[in-house]
């Protein structure tokens, strides 16, 4: 089996028995839920019984009364433990643990609810990246910002059981993450359960790229009178040629929500005409120009460049639901579509269709434009008239359309991009060369 424990990890692991001593320890959460200056502690949540790591919301009800919040939900972030043998520099490593979960209560009104956190390549103040496993099957890894804020990057299903033994496996090789779920009196499943390529390569720092690993749960008035369990867990390094070896996820599939014309979040949307023709430079009056921004008239509308190849947008404040363009690309620019605002920690969020995010993908991008929400292998082709659309439904729905062939699209589902008052639009190009862009509809 691949999953070896390292000599320098196992030698911990066996001292700890040898001395009747398990080594575990509280890692902070960047999450805090609602209950900001709610103070966890290992002792409190925690207790290791014969080599089986237990966990237990145990807030109270005085700690919900003064909330003052009737909902089930409400609480504190993931509550996780890391034991003090692993390394807490982990950056491509392949990790098990076995895990179950109790409910004293019986739960009719949602059913089995399993809801462990699983961090991994987490930074001293609990932000990185964890795999969680919820409500409706939901199989998620999501990266979790320092503000607390948390994107899924990659998503799969599997309905669980509670008083059942699982064996969870997270493998993290660079970008590439996986996750996978199983029996564990079962042999383990070829395919992963949720895979996903995370792209932060322009980030310099060390967050999301190395860090902890600690297991856990959400600390919720519905879970508190859960217990959940952990044992055996194995952690192997990966080498240098086992990193270079893997390779990406499918993108016709993966990762989260991501697809073609498959449920309600990637439904076509059916664009006609733009509904404000863009003609001349008057068409921008009241937008906010980017300083790269480059703006003419040309015979099909106007023409946007950058004077420096990086994104460079024209803005305006919206409170509509659907903004799209209609655009065509010249000269290996791309043309881009874009949301931004401010969430209520007070933190701008930025999100930004990509239609030549790497050859053959066109990807949803947020915040800084360095990491991936989605990615999707569709060809973006120079010349031609697409529809880039955002629709804000249950979820932001991000569409590349091309009006002359509705059967090839690509489509993002999001739900990170803030409503509000400061809310604004940007129609924007990157790269050499040219966009022309006939117009817009808001609405």
Not at 165 to 185: F, N
Not at 214 to 220: D, K, L, Q, T
Request: glycine residues 10%; charged residues 25%.
């Amino acid at each position: 089996m691949i999953r070896k424990i390292l000599i320098a990890c196992a030698l911990p692991f066996a001292l700890a028995g040898m001395l009747g001593a398990s080594e575990w320890a509280l890692h902070p959460s960047a999450d805090k839920g609602q209950a900001k200056e709610y103070r966890p502690t290992f002792e409190k949540h925690f207790e290791d019984v014969e080599g089986v790591l237990k966990g237990r919301c145990a807030l109270g009800a005085d700690f919900y009364k003064a909330m003052e919040k009737s909902n089930v939900f409400v609480g504190t972030g993931p509550l996780w433990a890391t034991r003090t043998a692993w390394p807490t520099d982990a950056a491509d490593f392949d990790f098990t643990v076995e895990y179950q979960w109790f409910q004293k209560e019986p739960m009719e009104q949602f059913g089995d609810f399993p809801d462990l956190k699983l961090g991994f390549r987490l930074d001293a103040n609990g932000a990185g990246y964890y795999l969680t496993w919820g409500m409706l099957g939901q199989v998620l890894i999501k990266r979790l910002t320092p503000e607390g804020r948390s994107i899924v990057v990659a998503h799969g299903t599997l309905p669980g059981r509670k008083s059942a033994w699982w064996k969870l496996r997270v493998r993290a090789a660079g970008p590439i993450l996986k996750a996978k779920i199983w029996r564990a009196e079962k042999p383990e499943p070829a395919t992963w359960t949720a895979e996903g390529f995370d792209d932060w390569s322009s980030s310099p720092e060390t967050l999301y790229k190395q860090g902890a690993i600690a297991v856990g749960f959400a600390g919720r008035k519905l879970f508190d009178t859960c217990v959940y369990e952990y044992r055996n867990p194995e952690l192997k390094i990966l080498t240098a040629e086992e990193k270079a070896a893997e390779r990406s996820f499918d993108p016709q599939t993966m990762p989260a929500y991501t697809g073609r014309a498959k449920g309600s979040d990637t439904t076509l949307i059916k664009m006609g005409e733009p509904a404000e023709a863009w003609t001349d430079e008057a068409a921008l009056n009241g937008w906010e120009k980017d300083a790269n921004l480059k703006v003419s008239a040309g015979p099909d509308g106007l023409v946007l460049s950058s004077s420096d190849g990086k994104p460079a947008y024209a803005w305006r404040k919206t409170n509509t639901k659907l903004n799209a363009v209609r655009a065509k690309s010249a000269g290996g620019a791309r043309a881009l579509l874009a949301l931004k605002g401010t969430a209520s920690d007070g933190q701008q969020v930025l999100a930004c269709l990509d239609p030549i995010w790497r050859e053959g993908l066109t990807a949803l991008l947020y915040q800084d434009a360095g990491h991936t929400s989605g990615a999707y292998a569709f060809t973006w082709k120079q010349e031609t008239w697409y529809d880039l659309v955002s629709l804000n439904a249950h979820w932001h729905k991000w569409q590349i359309i091309d009006p002359a062939a509705t059967q090839e699209y690509a489509a993002f589902s999001s739900g990170f991009v803030p409503g509000g008052a400061g809310r604004m639009v940007g129609v924007g190009v990157a790269g050499t060369g040219s966009v022309t862009v006939r117009g817009v509809t808001s609405k």
